[in-house]
């Protein structure tokens, strides 16, 4: 495409950058070690949490098809879908807290892209070895070594995709029968679908894509300048004590040596200044530690900082944004708790039967018919009694009591009765009253309306 407005006469500019083949260095430090520690915690709660039990159930399960979400002891339906909204309140409101005190801390250290990213790498490393080999690797022409190399870098990467789709599944479908059915080769289509997908969108975005997805397709990088500010903690390069780069006595602390650019995921040079393309992830501030080390210099010439404290001015940590954010978080967290905690394990729908309609039976009584969904959201086998009030003599006649299985609902069809003469023609409101038979405190109210003619 021809940019005259951007390009030299004659000049031909393409819309887009041809991706240029990034080799991260391997970096040891402190940092390093807190990367690893996020990817050992956020996998082991992963891979491992799909495994738990509780009470002979997976303590973790998403029942799609039964509508029905087990978190531990907690049954949610979807008439609790509130909760699911408060979550992802919560979890935005804890993202622009987090970034507004210390930057993408979540990015560099806890994000699935990053952390999936790490792992790639590492096996990347011990298959193919460190930077400068795998560089001489691509480099190279075909032969029975790069094809055995290759071969087992992506072979491995394809296994602990598969088995991390599998282990997404896990989360909908109780894993130890979904192993049976991998194993059997009998999974249904949409188990087969799904972790065939989930492995494809692993071994896609952590062993092909990888910085890509962090610049172009996530929308975090590009909207988080909203969110930062001056007193914003972010990686820096302290300009003043390293320029002028280079070696010798009039030179700055930067031996101008790249390994902060080497080291980088996303192959920034952080000496430039902070870039969007910056996750936060601090490899560059163990690289240049360790060459401040070797060139007997002190550390932290690259640094976690703010721009305030670059300037030498004050960091304010309490902050307007700051103090907003919390208040905020804090008050949804305490609600959404207290909600929890005050929860009735008992929900119940009431449904008047329309094609029933209000009708005099004997006794000179009139009859409306409803339809009661009666849900048992806890883990034990309940019975109910069912009452209704709000007229005259209003009653239930038979059977009254309901027994509800363990985290089941059932419906039941139930006549309600009120003596004509003393029931007004019209619409009047009622209210069936079910309470757990045995257990204090577990009871809900539920209002309809009764029809007489």
């Known amino acids: 495409m021809q940019m005259n407005d951007l390009a030299a006469p004659g000049e031909e500019r393409s819309l887009y950058?041809?991706?240029?083949?990034?080799?991260?260095?391997?970096?040891?430090?402190?940092?390093?070690?807190?990367?690893?520690?996020?990817?050992?915690?956020?996998?082991?709660?992963?891979?491992?949490?799909?495994w738990l039990t509780w009470n002979?159930?997976?303590?973790?399960?998403?029942?799609?098809?039964h509508r029905k979400f087990y978190i531990f002891g907690l049954v949610f339906w979807p008439q609790?879908?509130?909760?699911?909204?408060?979550?992802?309140?919560?979890?935005?409101?804890?993202?622009?807290?987090?970034?507004?005190?210390?930057?993408?801390?979540?990015?560099?250290?806890?994000?699935?892209?990053?952390?999936?990213?790490?792992?790639?790498?590492?096996?990347?490393?011990?298959?193919e070895g460190d930077r400068n080999a795998r560089m001489r690797l691509d480099?190279?022409?075909?032969?029975?070594?790069?094809?055995?190399?290759?071969?087992?870098?992506?072979?491995t990467w394809i296994a602990l995709s598969l088995w991390t789709g599998f282990t997404f599944v896990g989360y909908v479908t109780p894993i130890r029968e979904l192993w049976g059915e991998v194993m059997t080769l009998s999974t249904g289509p949409w188990e087969t679908f799904w972790i065939l997908f989930y492995g494809f969108a692993t071994y896609g975005n952590a062993g092909w894509m990888r910085e890509q997805v962090c610049k172009y397709m996530c929308p975090y990088a590009r909207f988080q300048s909203a969110m930062f500010d001056k007193d914003t903690l972010i990686i820096?390069?302290?300009?003043?004590?390293?320029?002028?780069?280079?070696?010798?006595?009039?030179?700055g602390d930067c031996v101008d040596c790249g390994i902060c650019v080497q080291v980088c995921p996303t192959g920034i040079d952080i000496r430039d200044g902070l870039q969007y393309e910056c996750i936060g992830c601090a490899a560059c501030i163990d690289g240049c530690d360790q060459v401040m080390d070797k060139v007997g210099r002190p550390q932290k010439l690259i640094r976690y900082s703010t721009t305030h404290a670059m300037e030498g001015r004050p960091t304010r940590v309490l902050r307007p944004r700051v103090l907003l954010y919390s208040a905020v978080l804090l008050a949804i967290a305490a609600a959404?708790?207290?909600s929890l905690y005050l929860r009735v394990p008992l929900k119940v729908d009431v449904i008047r039967d329309r094609a029933a309609i209000s009708r005099e039976v004997e006794g000179g009584l009139i009859e409306n018919v409803y339809r009661l969904q009666i849900m048992n959201t806890v883990e034990q086998a309940r019975a109910f009694e069912v009452s209704v009030a709000g007229l005259p003599e209003i009653h239930i006649p038979g059977e009254t009591t309901?027994?509800?299985?363990?985290?089941?609902?059932?419906?039941?069809?139930?006549?309600?009765?009120?003596?004509?003469?003393?029931?007004?023609?019209?619409s009047h409101p009622i209210e069936f009253r079910v309470s757990a038979?045995?257990?204090?405190?577990?009871?809900?109210?539920?209002?309809?309306v009764f029809i007489a003619r």
């Open 437 to 448: 038979l045995g257990v204090a405190d577990v009871a809900v109210r539920e209002e309809s």
């Open 336 to 338: 959404a708790i207290v």
């Open 56 to 65: 002979e159930r997976p303590a973790i399960l998403f029942d799609i098809v």
């Open 80 to 127: 609790d879908v509130i909760y699911l909204t408060v979550l992802l309140i919560l979890a935005a409101l804890s993202l622009f807290l987090f970034t507004a005190v210390a930057g993408r801390l979540w990015c560099g250290y806890a994000c699935p892209q990053t952390v999936y990213t790490e792992i790639f790498l590492w096996i990347e490393r011990k298959i």
């Open 402 to 426: 309901v027994g509800v299985p363990a985290a089941t609902s059932r419906i039941v069809t139930f006549k309600v009765r009120a003596p004509a003469a003393r029931v007004q023609p019209g």
């Open 139 to 155: 480099q190279s022409g075909l032969s029975l070594e790069k094809v055995f190399l290759k071969g087992a870098k992506h072979g």
């Open 17 to 50: 950058e041809v991706r240029k083949a990034i080799y991260p260095r391997a970096v040891r430090g402190w940092f390093a070690a807190w990367r690893w520690a996020a990817v050992w915690a956020t996998q082991l709660v992963f891979y491992g949490g799909a």
């Open 236 to 251: 820096t390069y302290d300009r003043k004590r390293g320029e002028p780069r280079g070696k010798g006595e009039s030179k």
